[in-house]
T-cell receptor
Framework: NAGVTQTPKFQVLKTGQSMTLQCAQD?????MYWYRQDPGMGLRLIYY???????DKGEVPNGYNVSRLNKREFSLRLESAAPSQTSVYFC?????????????FGQGTRLTVV | SQQGEEDPQALSIQEGENATMNCSYK?????LQWYRQNSGRGLVHLIL?????REKHSGRLRVTLDTSKKSSSLLITASRAADTASYFC?????????FGAGTRLTVKP
């Protein structure tokens, strides 16, 4: 089992460019989440998908869109990147949200917007 | 806004000492979890305590939960240099999982 795989690991974008961060899990989990981590801020929830076919906004959704392509894959898209989106992005998956199951995290995508 | 708030923000101790980190939260929860993050890596789950539990142990880890005070503590006993990492509490309230800003633990050999 690979667990949660994120691609790419590093990316530099120019302001206004777009890109999609990919996340895939092979644990047959229902719930998948996208977080961003900034220094001193901990992890902030961007979007989540409680199950295949559903997505919901988290704490900081502005400037992002998501797609739950199938049960395995949950992508995060930046349509027009801004320097404020420079961050480390983490994807996580859970068997079932809110039922006391642990989260499994990917290794992160370090994004710099210049 | 973040649900959990860890305290202290940073902690530096000598190898062999115990390390205690605290977490406070704001709303009712189903459970509270602690995670560890090594520099440049993703978070790794350490331990989960349910809202009806008061204390839980796992190896050198001891977690307590006081729902009346909306607080939890993580104790790492007999710390090792390899315990150097950031530690986060996460609250699960059936809507989403929120993380605090973390405690940066440094264990000096």
């Amino acid at each position: 089992n690979a667990g949660v795989t994120q691609t790419p690991k590093f990316q530099v974008l120019k302001t206004g460019q777009s890109m999609t961060l990919q996340c895939a899990q092979d644990m047959n989990h229902n719930s998948m989440y996208w977080y961003r981590q900034d220094p001193g801020m901990g992890l902030r929830l961007i979007y989540y998908s409680a199950s295949e076919g559903t997505t919901d906004k988290g704490e900081v959704p502005n400037g992002y869109n998501v797609s739950r392509l199938n049960k395995r894959e949950f992508s995060l898209r930046l349509e027009s990147a801004a320097p404020s989106q420079t961050s480390v992005y983490f994807c996580a998956s859970f068997m079932d949200r809110g039922r006391g199951t642990e989260a499994f995290f990917g290794q992160g995508t370090r994004l710099t917007v210049v | 806004s973040q649900q959990g708030e860890e305290d202290p923000q940073a902690l530096s101790i000598q190898e062999g000492e115990n390390a205690t980190m605290n977490c406070s939260y704001k709303t009712s929860i189903n459970n509270l979890q602690w995670y560890r993050q090594n520099s440049g890596r993703g978070l790794v789950h350490l331990i989960l305590i349910r809202s009806n539990e008061r204390e839980k142990h796992s190896g050198r880890l001891r977690v307590t939960l006081d729902t009346s005070k909306k607080s939890s503590s993580l104790l790492i006993t007999a710390s090792r240099a390899a315990d150097t990492a950031s530690y986060f509490c996460a609250t699960d309230d059936n809507n989403d999982m929120r993380f605090g800003a973390g405690t940066r633990l440094t264990v000096k050999p």
